[in-house]
C-alpha cells in the first residue's frame, strides 16, 4: 500500500482508483486504457464485447509514461 490507497481485483475499483491518482496525485488518466484492457480480456475470454481496436506500440508506450510518472510520484513521496 502507498499512498494511503488500497489495489483492488475489480475492475470498476480499478477505475476509481486511476481517477483518483489522476485528480490528486497528477498521474496521467489511464481510465481509457483500463476500459480498452478490460474489454479485450473479455473478449478474448467470453466473446461477449467486440474487441477493441489496440496497438501494440501505442500500449506500451501508455503504459511506459504511467510506470514512469508513478515512479517519479514515489520517488518524489519517498526521498
Not at 7 to 36: F, M, Q, Y
Request: aromatic share 4%; proline share 3%.
Amino acid at each position: 500500500m502507498h499512498l494511503g490507497l488500497r489495489t483492488s481485483k475489480k475492475h470498476w475499483e480499478k477505475v476509481d482508483l486511476a481517477i483518483d491518482l489522476n485528480r490528486n496525485h497528477n498521474l496521467p488518466d489511464v481510465t481509457d486504457l483500463l476500459g480498452n484492457l478490460n474489454n479485450a480480456r473479455k473478449a478474448a475470454a467470453y466473446g461477449d464485447v467486440e474487441q477493441p481496436d489496440l496497438d501494440a506500440e501505442d500500449l506500451a508506450a501508455e503504459i511506459e509514461r504511467y510506470v514512469d510518472a508513478v515512479a517519479a510520484l514515489l520517488g518524489d513521496d519517498h526521498e
